[in-house]
């Protein structure tokens, strides 16, 4: 399970951040909130989740889940996030798969993928862009062409 602090290092690199203080600028934090969380002295707040989930692109409940895993002093009580923690994180991973699954099945079925309207064409590589609240996922395709133009 991530921490907090393995958390915001993810929402620190996926903008630019490079500094504490920018980290704190861009979720509403100031410099020394974001320094206590990622030296372990804090746990993020359900708001702060929230600023972290959106800008890694997660689901609200696993970044909440794994902060209350690691705020809980009783077993029982951090035993009970972590189960929520895996099952919000298998469910994405499957769903994650499923959508590349649907989306290559899609794009095969269409032929090219200018006629299915989810991907653009270039008449060597079709891109297809899926994004969900669980899993922002770009899928690469190449056509039979592009096999072919390698040969």
Do not use: F
């Amino acid at each position: 399970m991530k921490t907090t602090a393995e958390y915001l290092q993810a929402a620190k690199e996926k903008i630019g951040a490079e500094s504490d203080s920018a980290l704190g600028k861009a979720i509403g934090l100031g410099r020394n909130s974001v320094g206590q969380y990622m030296r372990g002295e804090r746990i993020m707040d359900d708001y702060t989740c929230a600023q972290v989930a959106q800008i890694l692109g997660l689901s609200l409940v696993e970044v909440i889940a794994a902060a209350n895993a690691e705020r809980e002093r009783t077993t029982e009580r951090r035993d009970y996030w972590r189960n929520l923690w895996e099952a919000t994180t298998q469910k994405a991973q499957k769903a994650a798969s499923l959508a590349v699954l649907a989306l290559g099945i899609l794009i095969g079925a269409a032929g090219t993928t200018e006629s299915s309207g989810l991907a653009s064409y270039d008449g060597r590589i079709a891109r297809g862009e899926l994004n969900c609240n669980l899993c922002p996922i770009t899928v690469i395709v190449h056509t039979e062409q592009e096999e072919a133009d390698n040969d």
